[in-house]
């Protein structure tokens, strides 16, 4: 068994199975899963979004994917201490043309990278949240012929992934901890992956 995981505009989950030239790919809606804070902050982030998007619940997709990634932002710029931070002038912006939200994950990405200490903290809520979904995934699929990371935000993290935040969270799955360890963990880092894989399989069905 095999498992994709990726963040991007949303958050896609898949599995598949190889067996010699043939390959079965099993569909997901995983990435909707509910989000299960595990911190009083993340808790806290929750409650906020909850309210901030007027919505019941919230799955994973909220937090783990690009959008999630300027959303946490938005929450944490809301703060009294966060107030004259570079990116409120940004936020302004955002509230007049949506559209400028899709560039706020790379600002986001680029302060954190200068030593922005409130990004940082962003990402890391971000980054925790994905590995403890992965850590998930990887028990649920048992996919010990890889478990996958893709998406738009894989290249951009790739350090990240290789963090000890990103992996104590990974393996924080209490004593089925030693399954995750034979699990082999791959990034995919070309951002045109799944427009080649479609091809690929197309291929592969025109031969049938």
């Known amino acids: 068994m095999h498992a994709i995981v990726g963040a991007g505009t ?43 998007l007027k919505v019941e619940r919230i799955s994973c997709e909220r937090i783990i994917s690009g959008t999630g990634l300027s959303r946490i932002a938005e929450w944490r710029l809301s703060k009294p201490d966060a107030q004259n931070h570079p990116l409120q002038e940004y936020l302004k912006k955002i509230k007049i043309f949506d559209n400028a ?56 993290h790739f350090t990240n992934f290789k963090s000890d935040l990103f992996l104590k969270q990974f393996f924080d799955k209490g004593r089925l901890k030693d399954i995750l360890k034979t699990i082999p963990m791959k990034v995919i880092l070309d951002e045109e992956f799944g427009l080649f894989s479609a091809a690929c399989r197309a291929k592969m069905l025109l031969k049938t």
């Not at 390959?23 to 909850?50: D, M, T």
């Not at 680029?110 to 028990?139: C, F, H, N, P």
């Open 101 to 156: 939200r899709k560039e706020l994950p790379e600002k986001i990405c680029k302060l954190s990278k200068e030593g922005d200490q409130t990004m940082i903290e962003v990402e890391r809520i971000w980054l925790g949240a994905y590995a403890s979904l992965l850590g998930d995934v990887a028990l649920q699929e048992l996919c010990f012929g890889g478990l996958w990371i893709s998406g738009g935000t894989a290249s951009k």
């Open 10 to 52: 949303g958050l896609g989950i898949a599995r598949g199975l190889i067996s010699g030239n043939r390959v079965k790919v099993l569909a997901s809606e995983g990435g909707h899963v509910e989000y299960s804070p595990k911190s009083k902050l993340e808790w806290e982030l929750k409650i906020w979004l909850k309210d901030y």
